[in-house]
């Protein structure tokens, strides 16, 4: 059974969110996996059978203005990111940098500047093998100038060797301290020691591209989901570019597929807290936010969880000149 969430988002510097989750009693909440309480009259235990399709509908923000890791800036893009794609490393669920595409642990050098790892047997969602190359391709594109990304300067300046001086125009991108050395074999150089290193891994900005299929979309990569192939645990369909709901199908070509247990989830644009809540009390959506005043009324719901994120916000103050 699926958990419906209603989240309460309150405006603060840590975010202390809230959401209703809609249980249909302790068995039916039970892991698949794990026997009941009770055994049956015949003295075999009763397991919880779960349906075959597992589909989660949910609400976006807002539209996708892409989905090219390159060039993505805003949340909704790179929270859908997380789920089409995969880097060396991702973030369990204590934040915890762990191996994806990385096959274990990297080698690293005695002054902390060489990170050597082994990329694992994977697969994108067209058959092609995920190879040290598509890493390399990715961030030496992202730091060069014609691609014109924010995050590719900004993430790695101070951390690749070189990815300073890209950024300021005195060296040339294919100097960025990263080389496929073979096509499971992956050397990169940093300009000095990063503790937090592998957890930036995980981020967008380093997720990896297949140099093939981006060369043959052209202009046209991950402007819409028939653009777009994917190395993580779903793929992006239905969606064209401009509208504003999509669904993520499971990617069965994905490493660990056999774990991935959900089968769909759908995504509709909702920008108003009264028609999403609406949404969810009519069960057309399973999980949705508070604001305002609907967080006072869901107060004391009993499907209301709280639950914590970090958000930052500010406040621009325009100075008037010459009463203009």
């Known amino acids: 059974m699926k958990k419906s969430k209603l989240v309460w988002l309150l405006s ?59 060039l993505v800036t805003d949340s909704v893009g790179f929270d859908l990111l997380m789920d089409v794609a995969e880097g060396l490393y991702r973030l369990n669920q204590e934040n915890v940098p762990v191996p994806a595409m990385a096959e274990g642990e990297p080698t690293i050098s005695e002054d902390g500047l060489v990170y050597t790892f082994k990329i694992r047997d994977a697969k994108w969602s067209n058959g092609d093998a995920v190879t040290a190359g598509d890493f390399e391709f990715a961030w ?29 125009g005195s060296v040339d991108f294919n100097e960025l301290g990263v080389k496929a050395l073979d096509e499971k074999t992956l050397e990169v150089t940093l300009e000095k020691p990063v503790p937090y290193f592998l957890s930036l891994m995980a981020f967008g900005t380093y997720l990896p591209l297949n140099e093939k299929f981006v060369t043959e979309q052209g202009d046209a990569y991950a402007t819409n989901s028939d653009a777009l192939i994917s190395n993580g645990p779903f793929t992006l369909t239905e969606w064209d570019g401009t509208g504003s709901s999509w669904s993520l199908v499971k990617n069965d070509q994905y490493w660990d597929a056999e774990n991935v247990k959900l089968t769909q989830i759908n995504y509709d644009v909702v920008k108003e807290t009264a028609t999403a809540v609406n949404l969810y009390k009519t069960g057309e959506v399973d999980r949705t936010g508070l604001s305002g005043e609907f967080a006072a009324q869901y107060a004391n719901d009993p499907e209301l969880l709280k639950e914590k994120d970090s958000v930052v916000y500010y406040l621009k103050i325009k100075k008037k000149c010459n009463g203009n």
Not at 142 to 155: K, R
């Open 12 to 70: 603060l510097m840590l975010v202390l969110s809230m959401f209703l989750a809609a249980c249909g009693g302790d068995e039916a909440e039970k892991d698949p996996a794990t026997p009941s309480d009770k055994d049956d009259d015949n003295g075999s235990e009763d397991v919880t059978e779960v349906d075959e399709e597992q589909v989660l509908n949910l609400i976006a923000a807002s539209e996708i203005p892409t989905m090219d890791s390159s």
């Open 140 to 168: 030496k594109r992202a730091m060069n100038p014609d691609t014109a990304s924010e995050y590719g300067p900004y993430m790695m300046a101070g951390v690749l060797k070189n990815a300073t001086e890209i950024s300021e």
